[in-house]
């Protein structure tokens, strides 16, 4: 048996007076989804355990099948270990966003305008070579997501808060609780008013690129492989450093998929074509897209919909067509959490699933991929998933 979960990010969403009272799930096109829902197992699943943040390292956590109640250390080791980071005894990683500040402190832009991977490389090496405090290294990684490794901090990792939660609001008002986290952020702050690379930012009607932002710190978790737990092999898809490094974890095959960005331009064909490749020499592979989810921080209803349109045609249409052929292929599709347009940032509300494929029937199917349409059955704890989809 082969399978392929599904993942589009932040998907799930509230309804809204400007779509009518419904949901970019439901007014979105999306009959591959509909059809898994017609002829599969339909429901709803608790991706967050109640208690924890919303993210969407706690939320895929869970989609691959860990329990983050006992298997979350924070957002970025989960990054380092797609980097291959090793951290030393007392050492802890952060993720490090390049964020856009207003002078009075304003968090403009979480993801100081969506750079690209080249240009922060470039600025990611400018702060590293300047920052001169010690105990400190920065990593570069995809677009505006890097890392930060601080020594010394591993029994005492500071409260942090994620720049996607307090976009229009005053940062200075949730600075992270640690002198030396500060210390880096404020230098961050001063050195990029001297980097060239703003000058071309602003020169080309761009934001500028203000401070870096540190917050997720954690150390790097122990879990369990694929290969010991379920005796499988698996390959990851994804444009983001936190899926590629949970997959890592896991023993799954990372798979780099050419024009696969992260954001609205991603490759969504490329990522439909090397899933189905990669089935040729895995058992599972999972597939996640960030777009839906960066629509939902932006406030952007028509990118929304049609990020979620264009992963149901040019992603799952194929994969379906696909499994007609093979005849012995399982999906798996769901959101990881909610990234309600209202708030442009994750809530825990429990998201839909639908699970189609050999072997499963279609008892609780539901009328369409939508919140509405599985509201009120029972919810499924989110690690539960990938051992029901096994079975």
């Known amino acids: ?74 957002r970025a080791p989960l990054e380092a270990a797609n980097r291959d980071i090793k951290l030393k005894p007392g050492e802890v990683v952060f993720r490090a966003n390049t964020v856009c500040l207003s002078e009075d402190g304003e968090m403009v832009d979480f993801a100081g305008g969506h750079p690209s991977s080249a240009e922060t490389t470039n600025l990611i090496e400018y702060l590293d070579s300047r920052l001169n ?75 500028p690129i203000t401070r870096l932002w540190l917050w997720g710190g954690g150390v790097m978790p122990e879990i369990a492989t694929y290969k010991e737990l379920f005796d499988i092999s698996g390959a990851i898809i994804s444009a983001v450093d936190l899926l590629q490094g949970i997959g890592k974890l896991a023993g799954l095959e990372v798979i780099e998929v050419p024009g696969a960005t992260g954001y609205y331009d991603t490759n969504y064909s490329g990522k439909g074509e090397y899933a189905i490749k990669a089935l040729d020499n895995h058992d599972l592979v999972i597939i996640h897209v960030e777009a839906p989810d960066e629509a939902g921080h932006n406030g952007d209803e028509s990118e929304k919909i049609l990020a979620i349109e264009n992963i149901d045609r040019k992603i799952l249409g194929p994969i379906i067509e696909e499994a007609k052929k093979r005849g012995d292929l399982r999906i798996l599709c769901l959101p990881d959490h909610p990234t309600p347009l209202e708030l442009k940032t994750h809530s825990s509300e429990p998201v839909p699933y639908v699970m189609w494929g050999v072997g499963i029937g279609d008892e609780n199917s539901a009328e369409c991929f939508s919140e509405k349409a599985v509201a009120g059955r029972e919810v499924i704890a989110g690690y539960r998933l990938l051992p029901l989809l096994l079975k």
């Open 1 to 74: 048996m082969k399978y392929v979960i599904l993942i589009p990010d932040g998907a799930a969403d509230r309804p809204r007076e400007s779509l009518g009272g419904k949901t970019p799930l439901e007014v979105a096109k999306c009959p591959n989804m509909d059809m898994l829902c017609q002829s599969g197992l339909a429901g709803l699943t608790q991706n967050v355990p109640a208690g924890m943040s919303p993210g969407s390292d706690v939320a895929n956590l869970s989609i691959f099948g860990y329990n983050p109640a006992e298997n979350y250390t924070g």
């Open 133 to 207: 405090i010690d105990g400190v290294k920065l990593y570069h990684g995809v677009s505006y997501r890097h890392l930060c490794v601080v020594a010394g901090l591993a029994g005492n990792i500071p409260e942090t808060t994620p720049p996607h939660d307090i976009t229009g609001q005053n940062s200075n008002n949730y600075h992270p609780k640690s002198d030396i986290l500060n210390r880096i952020m404020q230098r961050s702050e001063e050195l990029l008013k001297e980097w060239e690379g703003n000058k071309l930012r602003l020169q080309n009607g761009k934001k």
